[in-house]
């Protein structure tokens, strides 16, 4: 078995294995990159319960916007929020405003947001509708090993995989292209890659 | 082939920029002051910010994509001049009449993030538009690369049982999350 036998077959069957997530990527970026405005989607409210908690306080002499309370107390109180409600999974936590603090739990198909009102000791959690357009660049824009859930945290690893995966792909196939006999293809080779080289300084420089 | 070799460069950022957003490597961006001028142009009360930046960037000879923050209270006006080297930031004194220019001090990292997150028709500029048809390149190379790379495994009679093993577990895994997380 040579070295290029190797790196064709290992281009082949990893391209195979992430096929779903190289169209995901490709195709989801169509409506990034093409945005139109859009209707607010619908949340429907899924629970609604009293609810009191600790609540981190702002440590003395933070500056002003800054997060109250260490990100790990906020977590730990995002978690509680999420066991009340029960929702299991992965989460953001954010305190907006002194009397509120936001948790939002992602899902691709329809993610939950859960509000704790503190004045009122109050937790209201929504669901929203599945939305095509959502779905799909929640699947380009999910990523991160700090959501706090098992299987994101996994998704998170693959998405580790496909960059790693694009690399890997983009250095064999330069050695495939090498491994062309002929001059024919190197030199082609050659000019679209020095243009492509090109067009891309000029963008960068730009923009 | 030859759209692989040309898209390289573009391929290399997005799978670098991937890696680094996954592993959450940004960090604030830091400004160091580049210059500071008296501004003498007042705007009326109600001028919708966005009008008051593009003139102040016209008069400082920045036009450019930017983005601009609501005023505070005092009337001070912050607009960030995208750039994805090294984007600006200007910041306007109508009490003290004098603007501040501000520049990104240039990282990779950052650099990197600019260019993921850099797409779109909607600004008015050349470059702007430039970027978002190499975005619509890449998408099509990507469903081009995945259809036609599935043809050739398919000419390979010799890889299909491995390829079918491949291709299943890979849709099954993604089918399964997307379903469920």
Redesign the interface.
């Known amino acids: 078995m040579s070295f290029l036998h190797v790196v064709r077959r290992t281009h082949l069957y990893l391209g195979l294995f992430l096929l779903p997530w190289v169209i995901m990527f490709g195709v989801s970026s169509i409506p990034l990159n093409h945005n139109s405005p859009a209707a607010p989607p619908t949340w429907t409210k899924v629970a609604e319960l009293p609810f009191t908690a600790a609540v981190p306080v702002p440590a003395t002499g933070s500056p002003a916007g800054a997060q109250p309370g260490s990100s790990a107390e906020l977590r730990a109180l995002g978690r509680e929020m999420m066991n009340a409600a029960h929702v299991s999974g992965g989460f953001y936590v954010s305190r907006p405003n002194p009397r509120q603090v936001n948790v939002n739990h992602p899902n691709f198909l329809r993610p939950t947001r859960i509000f704790y009102y503190i004045d009122e000791q109050r937790l209201v959690a929504e669901r929203r509708e599945f939305v095509p357009r959502m779905f799909v660049t929640g699947l380009h824009t999910r990523g991160g090993y700090a959501l706090g859930g098992f299987w994101d945290w996994v998704w998170a690893l693959f998405v580790d995989a496909v960059s790693i995966g694009l690399l890997l792909w983009i250095l064999s196939g330069l050695i495939m292209w090498w491994k062309i006999p002929g001059t024919g293809p190197r030199q082609w080779g050659w000019l679209a890659l020095a243009s492509g080289a090109a067009c891309f300084v000029i963008i960068m420089l730009r923009l | 082939?030859?759209?692989?070799?040309?898209?390289?460069?573009?391929?290399?950022g997005?799978?670098?920029s991937?890696?680094l957003?996954?592993?959450?490597a940004g960090r604030p961006v830091v400004y160091t002051k580049e210059n500071e001028q008296p501004y003498s142009t007042t705007f009326e009360q109600g001028t919708p910010p966005r009008v008051a930046a593009e003139q102040i960037l016209s008069d400082l000879d920045l036009e450019g994509t930017f983005g601009v923050a609501a005023p505070s209270p005092d009337g001070k006006l912050v607009i960030t001049r995208?750039?994805?080297?090294a984007p600006r930031r200007i910041t306007f004194y109508p009490g003290e009449r004098r603007v501040e220019i501000e520049r990104a001090k240039k990282d990779a990292v950052g650099f990197l993030y600019r260019?993921h997150r850099?797409?779109?028709?909607?600004p008015p500029f050349?470059?702007?538009r430039?970027?978002?048809v190499?975005?619509?390149l890449?998408?099509v190379?990507?469903?081009f690369?995945?259809l036609s790379?599935?043809w050739m495994?398919w000419e390979?009679r010799a890889?299909r049982p491995?390829?079918v093993a491949?291709?299943v577990?890979?849709?099954g895994?993604?089918?399964a999350?997307?379903?469920?997380?």
């Open positions: 082939m030859y759209l692989a070799l040309f898209l390289t460069p573009w391929m290399v997005y799978a670098a991937t890696l957003m996954n592993h959450e995208q750039d994805i080297i260019f850099r797409r779109g028709y909607e050349a470059a702007d430039a970027m978002a190499s975005v619509d890449v998408i190379a990507m469903v690369w995945a790379g599935l495994w390979m890889t491995w390829g491949c291709a577990a890979g849709i895994i993604f089918v999350f997307a379903l469920t997380i």
